[in-house]
């Protein structure tokens, strides 16, 4: 069964850094369009960073700080995390396209999200 797995988090000072990576795991896929999003205690899950197309789009709470990135060699998505504050303390979760590459054309698996991984900034 295919499925995204977030990895990277953890405990952080305030002023730290991190990098959360995603990956697909159980089966052949590709990553399309990854994004980051992030849910507090008491709080809606919101949109961090994510890749749309040759485009970026971040939060404005995490501009300048945050990098979402991809490796299509590694079928991974990445995202940077610089200059951390105690209110970017959350669970962080991976959401994705899926497809997987076939001879002509692609098949489409769905929109697929991650379990989440920890991030806390406290000093």
């Known amino acids: 069964q295919v499925q995204l797995v977030e990895s990277g988090g953890g405990l952080v000072q305030p002023g730290g850094s991190l990098t959360l990576s995603c990956d697909v795991s159980?089966?052949?896929?590709?990553?399309?369009?990854p994004a980051w999003y992030r849910q507090a205690p008491g709080k809606q899950r919101e949109l961090v960073a994510a890749?749309?197309?040759?485009?970026?789009t971040y939060a404005e709470s995490v501009k300048g700080r945050f990098t979402i990135s991809r490796d299509n060699t590694k079928n991974t998505a990445y995202l940077q995390m610089n200059g951390l504050k105690p209110e970017d303390t959350a669970v962080y979760y991976c959401?994705?396209?899926?497809?997987?590459?076939?001879?002509?054309?692609?098949?489409?698996?769905?929109?697929?999200w991650g379990q989440g991984t920890q991030v806390t900034v406290s000093s």
């Open positions: 159980g089966s052949i896929a590709n990553i399309s369009d």
């Open positions: 890749i749309r197309g040759r485009g970026t």
């Open positions: 959401n994705a396209d899926l497809y997987r590459q076939l001879t002509y054309g692609t098949n489409y698996l769905g929109n697929y």
